[in-house]
């Protein structure tokens, strides 16, 4: 340490004396005088201070200096003149060194006789004694540092440790020998990577990077994962550790060892008989596994944990298949439903599935079983089938106290009996359901499950015939193969859902295009409102009704086309389920039957001649075929359904097929009759007259009782004779048509008209005359068919006509109306509701009718007068009908006829604050803006602000704005 000292003086007084030595010059420069009166002027200075210089030992002279300042000094021939060492500021100072200097060297050599020679510290420098003979000290600094100094412990675990610096160390090179035996290979330290982005899991962070520790060991590099091997005892010579060894080393038969495997016990029977019965809506039922329970007039499903067989008898109707077919399907694509993990069906009629559905059945003769058996009691049954098993149902209902009542019994249950907080309990005599909604009391769940563990045990007394049934006795209980299912909303399996004729599901769009529709606008204010209703009303009115058009195979054919030709005509009606008979004629349509029609026709192409012009001599346009099924207002689903699927078993090479419903024909349709088409199905016998002005297209229809004539109508009544009536407003061409139909009776003489003569003539009767007793209405100012135009909320849409024509009578009827209609006839305007009419469909009707004459009138529901009725061919008037799943019939609001004006101006007027806060207004008014309401300085009185300003804010403060007055 002293001698570092030492050298770092000795170095400091070397410096001086070179930089002293550089300004000889400046001395030589100036004479002795000079340099002596600037020295006693600066002695002068400091006396006046009272500045007294210590007398101090002389100085060394320059001769004294190295050899080379002298060389140095006598080369440059200048006259070296020096002060005295009293005179010289400099010489003092180097005096007050030199002994500074002296004393330094007595004391080092103190210290030199105290330590004992070493050889090898007096060979190295001062700095390579230190580093020796001391360690280092690491300080901290303010900068996150990696310690790489863990560890160094037991890297220098098998050497001697390092000697206090009072000691001496005596190191030998066969220690370095020891130190490479036994110490683990050093690795190359992992330098930490730069960190990404992204922000990385705690568990990543590694446990090394900690704050920085003061270390007494020099800074080694080192690998951090040298952590992981500090206990010795687990990691063996060779790195691997010991349990690992064990492990490899050990003989176990680990294939011997049997693991637990869950088994979830299925909570159906492992052998069920579903049986699918009914006309007109099938019933769904187990029944006993047994085959006695099999027939020829129903449908069977057979399931076993692993198979399923659908069993199909001999009279089953297609209902009952297409059934059956559904819940086979169903079980087969879902894994595990009702127990089931069977993937394909295997049918009965088959030979090798047949005989283990017998045997399932306990039947070891299963060709004995004959293919037509039905018992005799089945036959005896007169009311139809879904009737009389429907009389089994039960429903129980869990009250708000946890008691149990009767809800429903002896009816097909329906859809709408499901409510979210209701608990329900199902009783179909061999299925006991629980049903909990999902905001049900499970307190009142438990107590439903408590009761049907009740019901299960006990007999059922309301249960007649269950042997007939189901196949088995409920005399002592319900049998072990009965089902005690608890189902939670939103969860039923197949043989839940179909006890529900009327079962809602959900809709799955198998398209990924999905259809284009332009953005919902939304209204944000009156002015904005007002604007849309006024664009949408004057597009609507600039819309003209355009006649239908029909189109086969991508072509395009009109009413009036002289390019199409018929080459045949087929006609067929439906008998039974399957079966089409072909008919010799037809002209008489039943309102109750499905007709089809073939059509052989061909198109020719147009503006195609010969060379020179002329036309061709021969046909042209390939044969085409098209079928038309037509299908009466009164006939069932389940006759359409038949009738569509009699057509498609009818035509093998899949030709265009077109859905025609009853007053909905098109033109080219009616054109098949030349004018002649009737249909029948009321039994009065009173006809009104339809069609377009073509006489090709005239037709008939049968009026339903009450009968009622339309002043501007014509009707043909065929009773004993045929009468034509003519009303007081109707047009010359209906006249025509009337009697066009009514000689058309008089030469077919169908059978349906059965009282009418031999007579030839046709009586013409008109209103004037009064012959009938039949009460008559006219419309107001009728002169021509109506147009219908639904509106939306913020759009309208017109109604299609099929048939329409300037000249036709009637154009729609009564079905037509839904929602809210613009029904425009010409001369006056209607807006009908089945409610309240809202202010923006008021807004569009008053556009719509702008700049025409005759009156508007806002009609509701129920309330229709009789010049609005006179509009349509028939009117059945209207019932407030509460929907299926209201329990309690709510009746809307309705007034009587009114303009539309007036309503409108009430709608828009202002009110005084207090009424609109407290909501005094008419129905009817918008009650999500209320501060329309308001007059220009009510309304800056509450929002502080024009309206202007109001409306440019944005939406959700005009909505903060109107709750904090309360106007929301």
Known sequence: MIAQRLAELQKSANRWQEKRLSQASLISSTTVSERKSAFLQRNSIGSENKLVAPTRPPATSLTNQPSVYKKEMASDNVEVKVAKPELGIGVYRRGILEERKNKLVESSEKWRSRVHADPELENLEAVGRMRKDHKCKVMPTRTPAIDIGKGLDRFYSSCCSVSPPS??????????????????????????????????????????????????????????????EESKDDVSETGIAISAKKGLQSKLDYSA?????????????????????????????????????????????????????LYTGKYANLIEKTKATQIATSVCSKNGELGCYAKQVEYVGEQASGSEFWKLLGCTDGESFREDYVPDQLLQIVEPFEEMIAATNIIFKIAADNSVFTFSSAEVPKYSVFHPSANLVFDFGSEIYVWAGRSADRNGTRQALAYAEELRSQSAPHIKNAELLFGDSFDGGRPSWCVLMKMAQGLGDALFRHKFHDWKTSTVRLSNRWEMRPPKRDMLNVMEEEAMAVELGRSLAANCPKESVLILEETELERRADNVFTEGLQFMVLEGENELRELDAMHMFASDACYVIKWEYRVERTGIHKLDGGKREHDTGRRRIAYFFWLGSNTTKKQQGLCALALRDLDRDRHPHERVLQNQEPPLFLQFFNGSMIVTGTGTNVFVVLGSSLPSEYRMVELSEPIVFRSHGVYVIVRDTVTVWYGARSKEIWRNAGLHLAKHILDVRDAYFENLNESDEVIEVSEEDGAFNIPVISADNWEQAPRLIRLYETDGKDVTCQQWDTQLPFSFTQRDLKDTMLVDQGTKLWLWTEDVASTYALRVVNSYWRGRNGPKCVICKTREPDAFKALFPEWDNFIDEAPEDESVQVVPQRWDPCDLDELLRSRTQYWPLEKVVARDLPSGVDLKRLEQYLNDKDFETVFEMDRQAFYSLPHWKQIELRKKHQLF
């Open 257 to 309: 060892v049997k693991l637990k495997k869950a088994e979830v016990k299925s909570p159906y029977p492992d052998l069920m008989l579903i049986r699918i019965k009914g006309e007109k809506h099938a019933d769904v039922r187990l029944v006993a596994p047994k085959y006695s329970s099999i027939h020829a007039y129903a449908v069977f499903i057979l399931l076993t944990p692993m198979r399923l067989f």
């Open 167 to 228: 000691k001496l160390l005596h190191i030998s090179d066969a220690e370095f020998d020891d130190i490479t035996s036994h110490t683990p290979k050093l690795l190359v330290p992992s330098r930490p990577l730069a960190r990404r982005r992204v922000r990385n899991r705690a568990t990543h962070r590694l446990p090394e990077f900690s704050s920085p520790i003061v270390s007494s060991a020099p800074v080694t590099p080192l690998d951090y994962r040298l952590k992981k």
